[in-house]
């Protein structure tokens, strides 16, 4: 199969998802979906923009790098932290540490 390569002057393809082709009512409102949606919404409104329909337009490298950040945003979204506030020994990182092996 020979590969092609686009050129600077040829056009950009585009992939476009059908409406209701992936949303599939509460079945797809999973771990992550508000999260993203609300992100979405964020981008929308902080252009003043009102629309159900988004598009993106990027090079391979900057589209990956835009959804593996929002995957990783995701990945906190339930994450409970504590903050220890009894006395803890301080850790000095220029004392040696003890083998423990």
């Known amino acids: 199969m020979k590969k092609e390569t686009l050129g600077s002057n040829v056009n950009v393809p585009v992939f476009v998802l059908e409406r209701g082709s992936q949303y599939k009512g509460e079945i797809s409102e999973g771990k992550y979906f508000l ?15 009102e629309s159900e329909k988004v598009g ?38 220029d004392s040696a540490l003890p083998n423990k092996f």
């Open 35 to 49: 999260t993203i949606l609300g992100i979405l919404d964020k981008l929308l409104a902080s252009n003043n923009i």
């Open 56 to 93: 993106f337009s990027a090079t391979k490298m900057d589209l990956a790098s835009f959804l593996a950040d929002l995957l990783k945003i995701t990945e906190f979204q339930h994450a409970e932290f504590q903050i220890q506030i009894e006395d803890t020994d301080d850790f000095n990182p």
